[in-house]
């Protein structure tokens, strides 16, 4: 069935070095497809929505040069933490839509960043 | 803007208890909720959705009820399981940020 698979589940990194997070949609094209960020107890924020062929709308207080996100096709999206520091560490789980799952949400299962 | 209210967690119970998590909502129109489930170690996934007010959402025995003169969607089951114990998220819509969800244990 439709899924989406997210890699890695777990990243640690040295600072200043940049990571990359893939999002795939299995079985299904996904034309739009979201970017959350989660810290510790607290909220899950959308950071960017991305549609297959275009640049990526960022939420407001995210930038853009730092978490670069691209959605070259309709199955797979990827977000790029440039130069991260310690203060990006968090959980970064990616999401899809597509009609062709009736128009409902699937969730890839998250990478948890960390960064020395 | 936009926005939901969850009930806070962590919220603990014991087998075959019955269980409610809030969730309110502001909308300027009539958006689709949904309430999400995060398993320990798992990926968040669909638990049930409505479309449209009146609609009942149910799936593994949770329900819940857009109701449009009161702005909420809660979650109830009737008789809770250990396997239940969980994240339970509410949102409105997919394009907005959610709360950090209700944590659920339920004991045996």
């Known amino acids: 069935g439709a899924v989406v698979s997210q890699h890695p589940s777990r990243v640690i990194c040295k600072s200043g070095t940049s990571v990359k997070i893939e999002c795939r949609s299995l079985d299904f094209q996904a034309t739009t497809m979201f970017w959350y960020r989660q810290f510790p107890k607290q909220s899950l924020m959308l950071m960017a929505t991305?549609?297959?062929?275009?640049?990526?709308?960022?939420e407001q207080g995210v930038e853009k040069d730092k978490f670069l996100i691209n959605h070259a096709s309709l199955t797979l999206s990827t977000l790029t933490v440039t130069s991260a520091h310690p203060e990006d560490s968090s959980f970064y789980i990616c999401?899809?839509?597509?009609?062709?799952?009736?128009?409902?949400?699937?969730f890839g299962s998250g990478t948890q960043l960390s960064v020395l | 803007g936009d926005s939901v209210t969850q009930m806070e967690g962590p919220v603990t119970l014991s087998e075959e208890a019955f269980l409610t998590i809030n969730c309110t909502y502001t909308?300027?129109?009539?958006?689709?909720l949904f309430w999400y489930v995060q398993y320990p170690g798992e990926g968040l996934q669909l638990l049930l959705k409505?479309?449209?007010?009146?609609d009942k959402g149910s799936n593994k025995g949770f329900e819940a009820t857009y109701r449009k003169e009161t702005t909420s969607f809660h979650l109830e089951k009737g008789s809770v399981q250990v396997s239940d114990s969980a994240v339970y998220f509410c949102?409105?819509?997919?394009?907005?940020?959610f709360g950090a969800g209700t944590t659920v244990t339920v004991r045996a």
């Open positions: 909308a300027t129109g009539y958006p689709s």
């Open positions: 991305s549609n297959e062929g275009s640049k990526a709308t960022y």
């Open positions: 949102f409105p819509d997919y394009k907005l940020s």
């Open positions: 409505a479309t449209k007010a009146d």
């Open positions: 999401s899809a839509s597509s009609r062709d799952v009736n128009e409902k949400l699937l």
